[in-house]
Nanobody, 120 residues
Framework: QVQLVESGGGLVQAGGSLRLSCIAP????????LTWFRQAPGSQREFVASITNSGSTNYTDSVKGRFTISRDAAKNALYLQMNSLKPEDTADYYC???????WGRGFHYWGPGTRVTVSS
């Protein structure tokens, strides 16, 4: 059962922009932390950015000043605005959600990913 669905990936030239979205229409409860990860071909999955329930954000150094993570609690949606894209940003991007359901039980879901390809 798919709990998270990413979209917005695609092919873009270096210097361009993309906006990734992640929706969780069926999840109920409180999201404590929402995270974007990415995995480039032949590489390990790496942290990109996160946002907490209080709105606190964190970014990996390589995307600071270029990427912006945000959320829309009313829509159960998470976004990643990516500007000034570089070829090294090429990867499959995954959203990850940790939180608690209405009964206080913890959950942890992640999506199938969306591919971002940046050409030089």
């Amino acid at each position: 059962q798919v709990q998270l669905v990413e979209s917005g990936g695609g092919l873009v030239q270096a210097g361009g922009s993309l906006r990734l979205s992640c929706i969780a229409p069926e999840i109920r409860g409180t999201f404590d932390e929402l995270t974007w990860f990415r995995q480039a071909p032949g590489s390990q999955r790496e942290f990109v950015a996160s946002i907490t329930n209080s709105g606190s954000t964190n970014y990996t150094d390589s995307v600071k000043g270029r990427f912006t993570i945000s959320r829309d609690a009313a829509k159960n949606a998470l976004y990643l605005q990516m500007n000034s894209l570089k070829p090294e940003d090429t990867a499959d991007y995954y959203c990850d959600a940790k939180g608690r359901n209405p009964w206080g039980r913890g959950f942890h879901y992640w999506g199938p990913g969306t591919r971002v390809t940046v050409s030089s």
